[in-house]
């Protein structure tokens, strides 16, 4: 079994009001490692010392593209404070090919500087970057004309399958430019538990290589909360 690692927007509504309370459960359920949505005013020694504590790992940060623009160094030393090498851009509307050729050039310039800076970019994908144009599906024309040295693609087959297409022919597709892949559940159009779905998460993983694996549900319908988390956690220990 690889290590299995939360996207803590799974349980944004928890952190709001308990963040290291929450990061108790977490922990004590059994992952091994997070991966950032927001540092809830939290400054980066008190956060790494917070982690060491419960013995998880900063994987990565989903950290917004404006967030990046105003001030990339200060994003860039908060994960190395942390220990982190993983910053992931997690939105555009990306909609259209002329809008995939701005975030192309833009998400290249980043990923350069980062990369001068021991870190890694990836771009998280949602359903609206599988529009086609000319073709052209929006989501490849941005990994076709960016560097992969300076961007990697963190799928998200949740939304492969929202965006109609197949997630395990898109992860096979881009295997070799992923370090991080998003496990989210699917079943008729809409998020579930991670037994619950039609996803084959092993499969998934096999398909990925040296991926690390990073387990989300949709923060803002995850009604049960740790108890989502924890069913979906025991379902990925017995299947990866």
């Not at 309370?21 to 922990?27: P, S």
């Not at 002329?98 to 980062?114: D, M, Q, S, T, V």
Request: a negative charge; glycine letters at 6%; aromatic letters at 10%.
């Amino acid at each position: 079994m690889k290590n299995i690692n939360l996207q803590l927007y799974s349980v944004a509504r928890l952190l709001e009001k308990d963040f290291f309370g929450t990061l108790d459960e977490i922990a004590r359920i059994g992952y091994s490692g997070v991966e950032f949505a927001g540092y809830y005013d939290i400054d980066a020694k008190t956060m790494k010392k917070e982690l060491e504590k419960r013995n998880l790992k900063a994987v990565s940060s989903h950290v917004g593209l404006k967030l990046m623009e105003e001030d990339l160094e200060k994003e860039i030393d908060y994960l190395k404070e942390l220990g982190c090498d993983q910053i992931v851009c997690p939105w555009t509307d990306m909609d259209s090919l002329e809008k995939a050729k701005k975030y192309a050039e833009i998400l290249n310039k980043h990923g350069e500087e980062c990369v001068k800076n021991g870190l890694t970019l990836s771009y998280h994908n949602h359903a609206l970057e599988f529009e086609i144009q000319d073709g052209t599906v929006c989501l490849d024309y941005l990994y076709q004309n960016t560097d992969p040295r300076y961007l990697k693609a963190q799928i998200d087959v949740y939304w492969v399958a929202m965006g109609k297409q197949d997630p395990y022919e898109y992860v096979k597709k881009y295997a070799n430019r992923m370090n991080l892949v998003h496990l989210k559940q699917f079943k008729d159009f809409t998020n579930v538990d991670a037994p619950d779905g039609t996803i084959d998460f092993r499969k998934i993983v096999d398909l990925t290589n040296h991926a690390v694996p990073i387990y989300e549900q949709e923060g803002l319908t995850c009604e049960n909360g740790i108890l989502s988390i924890t069913r979906s956690f025991e379902h990925m220990n017995e299947v990866l």
